[in-house]
Structures are given as C-alpha cells and as structure tokens.
C-alpha cells in the first residue's frame, strides 16, 4: 500500500499531536504503559484500551478526530532517528536493502536515503537498476545506517577502503549500524564488529565473522549496543520490524507489520540449512564457492 | 546471495546434464519420484537420497562433478517458463514487485523483464527510482506476468484503459496471470477475475473484488488456474515460492528459499488483521481510506 501516505501523515499529524496535545498525550501513554504490562503476554489483539479496560467500539473510534486517533496510538519513542541511509553497491542482494526500506520507509519524521558507493545507477546482482540521488561523497551523517548483503559485490565491497573509511565515519556518530546477510562482512572489514556478538547470511558464517574478531550468534538478528544484523536476506525485514519496535513501540510496528501484511506462510519448511534437504545445502555451499573463488585466486 | 550466478549455473549446467544425461535423469527422476512420496510427510531434510536409500556422506557428495550434482537435484519440470515481466507503474509499492523478483529471478532459462508503463524511471510510492529497459509498448508476449499492488497508484492503474488493454493483450497467451496485493484490484479490472477465486490486501478485500466479479477467498495466496493471486505486499514472497515449487519443483524451490534465508520469524505476531490490535487496524485503514478518498471524490 502507498508508503508515502503514512510517514506522511504520521510525521505531519504526529508532529501536530506532540505540540497540541501533550498533555493528553502523557496521560494517554502513563495509561497504556499500565496496561500494556498486564497485556504484554498475550496476543497483540485488544492492546489500546480505554482507561476504564473496555475496548473501544468502532462507533467511538468513527467519531474521533485523526489527531485524536494518532494521540490514542502515539507511543513515546525510545529514541529519535532523523536520517536512515540505506549503501547500494554494485552487485548488492536486492531485497536485503529493499526488505528493511519497506519497513523503515514508514518511520515518522526521519529522512530515507539511497546512498550509492557512487552517484547515478546501481546495479544489483539481479540487475535491477536503481538511481540514487547521493553518492557517499555527499552523505557526512547518519543517525541509521543499513548495510546490504550479496556474494561477489560484497566481497568487493570487503576490499573497497575508501568505502569502508566512509562506512567508518558514519559510524562514529550514527545511532545505529545496521547489516542484512552477508552485509555484515562489511561491517567487519570495517573493523566494526570487532568483538561484538553478531549474525550473517548462514554461508560460512562463523568462519566468515571469526575473520574479523566477531563472535557468531546463531539468530534471525540481534544487536551488541548500537550493532544490529540480520541472518541472510528475508531476516533484513525481521529484523527492521524489531528495529522499530524498539526506537517506536508495538503500535508504530504493528502498523508497519499491516501495512505490509506481513504474516508469512511459507508454501514449505525450509530457508534454513537446518531445514533443508542436506543435498541442496551442498548443492547452495558449492555454488557460492564457485562465485567466489575467482575473486579469492586472483588476489594470491 | 548473488542471484545472476544461480540462473546461470542452472540454465548452463542444467541444459548440459538434460542433453548429455538423459537417460540418466529419467533414472534418477524415476528413482525420485518414488522416494518423493514416501518421504513427502516428513520434513525437507533427506529427501534426495541415494538409490539404496540411504543419505549421501559429504565425501560422496566432494567427487560429484557439477554435472552429476547438477542431474541429482534436478527434477522434470511441470512447466516451461521463457519470459518472465514485472509491471511497473508510477506508485506501485515496490516490495510488491521485488519481493517476487527475489524469487523468481533464479528461475532457469526464463528472461526477467522489469516492463514500466512507460520507459525511463519508474518511482514507487516509496520513492525508489528503477530504470526500465522496457515499456509496455515493448512487450507482446508474456510467459508470466507479475502484477504488483499499491495504494494511490494502484487505484489510478485500474481507470489506466491503455494497460489494462495491454494487460488483456498479454493475458492472452500467458500461461500465469499473477497479481500480488491490490494488484489485483488491476487484474480484477482487465476483466480477469470474473467469475474466479481470489485474494488481495487485507483492506476492504472482499467488497474490492467483488466489483470485479471474483470471489474473495481469505489465503495467504490462491490459484484458480492459471490466475495467481496473493494477499498483501509480502504475501507475494509466498506466493512465489509456491509457484516455483509447482513449475520447478521442491529442489529449486528450496535452493531459492535458502538463498533468501526464507526461514521468517517475525519479531511478534501481526500482520494481519486478525492479528492486529483492532485500533490499530482501525487506524490504518482510515489512512487507506484517506489516501484513496480524493480520487474516488475526483469522479464524482
């Protein structure tokens, strides 16, 4: 559904909340903080109550104003973030920055940014054809920066210094560092996870962070402080729901979670090594081998 | 994971084992076939065993040259597929379209065509900027073609004669139809999905497609012969494995989850309105409503 809609209107009607209705603003949190211990174990469902505990009826809901309903879902942020920047390089995995843009595309306020390792057309390793409006010649600051994955770009990338200089610089004042898949490479050439718990695309994964001083965590995501990564290209979306969960509260995510509907279903168990017919995650192990050993041979 | 390296190795090394090893694929089908069934039950792991039953050690697996592991994994296909196009209109959302990309970008042999409505730059209602090499006026002839939804953009699509001319043009000789979201709200009014089961976003779906005479069907994604459709934005990842399972096979269908490490574990439940605070739910579809309400004002 159109994205542009609900930063839009959360930022615009947010903003207009937050000066106008503070105060109310305060109570209705105080209130839902309360209550959302007592529900916080069970489902999701029912979670913003009225004060005395009932739900709200849709005729009460109809009646009220949209400053009113933001005022009612509005949650104190833990954290204000006003610039995500998401790198494309060449050759990156599509959807490991496209997955986390859809749900980061929608946080209030802040500005999203394509930042291309250079100006113009990217292309990733589906050659999908992006045009980025800013090189990182142009970007200084960043208060959220998103690393995406991929296999033989990545591993440029892992080589590339005046990038991971760049990379370096963002990072000394950004709030948060975030990679998708094999992005965490990158980070870790940077030499910023360095030992820090962290997780990456399941290929060679503890081999691959030990190389660079970290310590493999076998999880969908995690965080060490300000370090966020994510398992191989799908887990960027689980992990950019927790993100915003974390920096927004459950209602902010669960409209993202919405809007994207998502509640995945897979046709079948697998997406993991530990899931999948051993036959096949040779047959995947030996075509990444493959892809990257002309890059590995020509540098000996 | 880099993508173009998978179609690659398939289409080449695939099309190798289909000339050469014929008859020894028939043999390894046929054996296939029968352990199939019996191990369909059970979970993935094992399923390509030995003609004794038995696994393949690593070792075993090490001295396969890729021809031999390429005719292990492979399975008879249900389908060809040559041509395979994506549409993009000015606001589509853009994981609607990349999402199933991810997917079946690593299909063998077919040719992936990102079709704009018209050439050039194509924005997403999340203002990401894809160069198409293609226009609608480019593309007669379609094996599958991919619908994506959105909001604002989605709705003026549907009033758009000139593509939805196009659409029942291609429609013709496809042998897939596929709308993901409120893509297909554009299938439903190409005429497409009269008299046929469906499923679209969440938002108003059954009073949406039964405008366009098709019956709503409450799933994750559904098919009514050849007409694909999916419920909303990340419903189309599903979707698209599902396909690639029926077309392909398990095989290649699990490569490509794995590829994606498709293993989601969503950071809480949601996505779906039946998982959704009801405020919350109330809330985003007054935003839809909002979005949608100054076009349909605009035809009065």
């Not at 849709?58 to 833990?78: G, I």
């Not at 954290?79 to 980061?104: K, N, R």
């Not at 974390?246 to 209602?251: A, D, K, P, S, Y």
Request: proline fraction near 4%; charge should be negative; aromatic fraction near 8%.
């Amino acid at each position: 559904m159109k994205k542009l809609f609900i930063p839009l209107l959360f930022a615009i009607i947010m903003i207009g909340c937050q000066q106008q209705n503070q105060s109310n603003n305060e109570n209705l949190n105080s209130i839902k903080g309360s209550q959302a211990k007592t529900f916080k174990k069970q489902n999701s469902e029912n979670r913003n109550l009225k004060p005395d505990g009932t739900a709200y009826t849709r005729t009460e809901l109809d009646t009220m104003s949209h400053q009113e309903l933001m005022a009612l879902v509005h949650e104190v942020p833990n954290d204000t973030i006003a610039t995500i920047g998401i790198l494309l390089y060449e050759g990156y995995f599509m959807l490991d920055a496209m997955g986390p843009l859809s749900v980061l595309n929608s946080t209030p306020s802040a500005k999203k940014l394509l930042i291309g390792r250079d100006k113009g057309i990217v292309t990733s390793s589906s050659n999908v054809k992006i045009q980025v409006d800013y090189s990182i010649d142009d970007i200084d600051q960043l208060d959220m920066l998103v690393i995406p994955g991929g296999l033989v770009g990545t591993y440029k990338a892992t080589k590339d210094e005046e990038l991971l200089d760049w990379i370096k610089k963002i990072d000394q004042n950004s709030k948060y560092t975030v990679s998708v898949c094999t992005g965490a490479w990158i980070l870790g050439a940077a030499g910023l996870l360095e030992g820090k718990e962290a997780t990456t695309n399941w290929y060679k994964a503890e081999e691959k962070l030990s190389l660079y001083g970290a310590k493999y965590v076998k999880k969908r995501y995690t965080n060490d402080g300000k370090y966020w990564t994510s398992a191989g290209v799908s887990a960027g979306i689980d992990m950019s729901l927790a993100l915003v969960d974390h920096i927004l509260g459950r209602n902010y995510a669960e409209s993202i979670a919405l809007n994207l509907e998502y509640d995945p279903s897979p046709p079948f168990s697998g997406g993991h090594p530990d899931k999948t017919d051993p036959v096949i995650n040779y047959f995947m192990e030996r075509m990444y081998d493959a892809g990257l050993q002309p890059l590995i041979d020509s540098e000996k």
